[in-house]
């Protein structure tokens, strides 16, 4: 669940685990019954795997009623802290690192990587155009408008071919970007920018990278020794 900057949320799950979030936080709630009680008002964002029974209200379910075989599994990690447990991850005091991209959180099944605000538009000459081959991404836009640029690779069949697409979203909006697109993602016009990708598995090459601020925790017990 992603808590945004001035709301205030208290969770509880099962029977009497709880916790409190205060924005910005990431706030990664175990499976089972859970209760959301707004503290102070604001918004958030709740996140669900394709495990769970809320796919069924989904009103894209039928864009996967086929099965990617492209897209790794979910892993069936166990969540560092045992089960029923909730975690409050802060980013208030996340500082910004030369080298290092975003705030980059994860679980046992999802990696979000949650940027700092920007201001006015993205640097034309610096864009990052970039294919995932195993996995999705959802882009969800809190502030401002951006553009996503999508190429998707030809094959040798030319009745495949698609053109390149310039979609420009408001805030808020959540795009969702599947393996084997060629994609980057812009900041257009003045004013406070803000984005937050999500993506399903977590991502190894952050992990590789040693960009995520909690991967010890998903650590084996051996490792090193």
Same mark, same amino acid.
């Given at each position: 669940m992603l808590v945004f900057e001035g709301s205030e949320i208290e969770v509880v799950a099962g029977a009497n685990e709880r916790g409190t979030a205060t924005g910005p936080s990431l706030v990664v709630v175990p499976p089972g019954t859970a209760r959301m009680t707004v503290r102070r008002a604001g918004y958030m964002v709740r996140i669900f795997t394709a495990r769970s029974s809320v796919v069924a209200k989904a009103v894209n379910k039928q864009t996967y009623s086929a099965e990617n075989y492209g897209i790794t599994p979910l892993p069936t990690l166990p969540e560092p802290e045992g089960p029923g447990t909730v975690r409050v991850l802060s980013l208030a005091k996340v500082p910004?690192? *030369?080298? =290092?991209?975003?705030? !980059?959180?994860?679980?046992?099944? /999802?990696?979000?990587?949650?940027?700092? $605000?920007?201001?006015?538009?993205?640097?034309?000459?610096?864009?990052?155009?970039?294919?995932?081959?195993?996995?999705?991404?959802?882009?969800?836009?809190?502030?401002?408008?951006?553009?996503?640029?999508?190429?998707?690779?030809?094959?040798?069949?030319?009745?495949?071919?698609?053109?390149?697409?310039?979609?420009?979203?408001?805030?808020?909006?959540?795009?969702?970007?599947?393996?084997?697109?060629?994609?980057?993602?812009?900041?257009?016009?003045?004013?406070?920018?803000?984005?937050?990708?999500?993506?399903? *598995?977590? =991502?190894?090459?952050? !992990?590789?990278?040693?960009?995520? /601020?909690?991967?010890?925790?998903?650590? $084996?017990?051996?490792?090193?020794?």
């Open positions: 910004e690192v *030369p080298g =290092r991209l975003g705030r !980059i959180y994860r679980s046992g099944s /999802l990696m979000v990587n949650w940027f700092a $605000p920007q201001d006015g538009p993205r640097d034309t000459d610096d864009l990052s155009p970039h294919v995932h081959a195993d996995f999705e991404q959802a882009s969800v836009t809190v502030a401002g408008a951006y553009v996503h640029h999508v190429r998707r690779p030809w094959t040798k069949r030319l009745r495949d071919w698609r053109g390149d697409e310039h979609v420009q979203v408001s805030s808020p909006s959540v795009t969702l970007i599947p393996p084997g697109n060629v994609h980057t993602t812009r900041a257009v016009g003045e004013g406070l920018h803000q984005l937050i990708d999500v993506f399903a *598995p977590p =991502r190894s090459d952050f !992990i590789d990278q040693g960009w995520v /601020l909690n991967q010890s925790a998903y650590e $084996p017990e051996s490792k090193g020794t």
